[in-house]
């Protein structure tokens, strides 16, 4: 992707004779190209198509060099072409069923598009956020690598997102949602929401095993019967013990149950908001 096109440089403008938007809607897009164009055609045809006829020409070799980075950071470092687990989540070289692989898979691509990709995003053109997040030289620009990782500096751009409100001086006075949240900012907030259960609520959650009960109820029984417990417990039938291992094993199922049905929620939520994600 080409960040700067003689089409859009102050010469162009010169060429062309009239001076380009640097932003408008639609309908200021289609009565500028027409007046251009009116004004003066070829000039018009020479600075938006010539001088890109003219820079591809001369940035070939340059502009193949990118292309074959990109492809080495899509195919090596992102991945683009597949989503991945972290090993804290699933252990490279051990089996996973594909349903198991879904939520620790797309979550911890969330969680890389807030870290690295939205942490680019946020210190790209701007000097300050990169000192003030310590970005290193192969963080932006041509020798960028997607290997500089922030959640600092993702979650900032986050912040700055989830308050963009639509403005006057971008959709006129008459715009009826004038002042409100633009869908870009709820995007921004319910990426955000993701992004915290994921990296926090998440990853604290209590051990379903030692919050009911179960791995206390299953110790006791060893302790008492010792390592053949389970056959032992199901000849025996120990009433005390068989009601406390009940009682945690129904726990258990509760709480597995309400994981379950969190995760299945959170999960189509992130489907929902996918086409947030992006930069």
Known sequence: MRRHHWSCSPFADWVRGTKKLSAGTSEEWDDWTTLAQMRHNFRYWLAEEGLDYLQKFVMFIPDNLYAIKYYINNRWVTRSHSLTAHPRDIKPGTWHDVGNRFLPCLFNELQDFVEVELAWWHIAWDEEARKQFESPWYATGWFRWRTWRSPEAGLANLEWQRQLRWKEEEVGADFKGLGELTPQAVKAQEILDLYTWWTTTYRNRPDPYDASGWTA???ALREEHGP????????????????????????????????????????IRLIRVRH???T
Do not use: V
């Not at 056959?231 to 994981?259: V, W």
């Open 217 to 219: 109820a299953c110790e």
């Open 228 to 267: 053949g417990i389970m056959s032992m417990f199901r000849e025996n039938g120990d009433p005390k013990l068989k009601k406390a291992s009940d009682k945690a094993h129904k726990l258990l199922q509760k709480i597995e149950a309400a994981y379950e049905k969190e995760d299945e929620t959170m999960m």
């Open 276 to 278: 947030g994600l992006w």
